[in-house]
């Protein structure tokens, strides 16, 4: 992150590293703002608290951003109930089940289902 640069026109990208729309995003990113912060959701070690700010931005419960498409989720999470707290668990130990980039950009956060989402924030 750039220390002089407004924090409204800094984007961030949370996002898997083999994720290819991940990397497009980031290059579309870099014709917005000037700092575009890329962070890998398994090297970023966040807190629960830092989690649920971007859930805030959301406005998505844990479980929400969760890919239900994958092995481990259908073979492990599939039907079953939980606090909202420990879907944050879920999200925090298993970062590679979250479904898509994440871009934050002042109060905001979206998925980046697509690369060119990235001019919606």
């Known amino acids: ?20 729309k991940a990397k497009k995003a980031m290059a579309y990113a870099r014709s917005l703002a000037k700092a575009v ?15 649920k700010e971007v859930l805030a931005k959301m406005n998505k419960r844990p479980k929400d951003i ?17 606090e909202d707290r420990d879907w944050l668990s879920v999200v925090m130990r298993n970062p590679e089940l979250i479904r898509s980039p994440i871009a934050i950009r002042g109060g905001k956060a979206i998925f980046l289902d697509n690369p060119t989402d990235i001019y919606r924030i």
């Open 37 to 51: 912060d890329s962070i890998e959701y398994d090297k970023w070690g966040t807190t629960a608290t830092k989690w």
């Open 66 to 82: 969760l890919d239900k498409s994958k092995p481990y989720y259908q073979q492990n999470l599939r039907g079953r109930e939980f």
């Open 1 to 20: 992150m750039h220390k002089s640069t407004n924090k409204k026109n800094e984007i961030s990208i949370i996002y898997n590293a083999n994720c290819s």
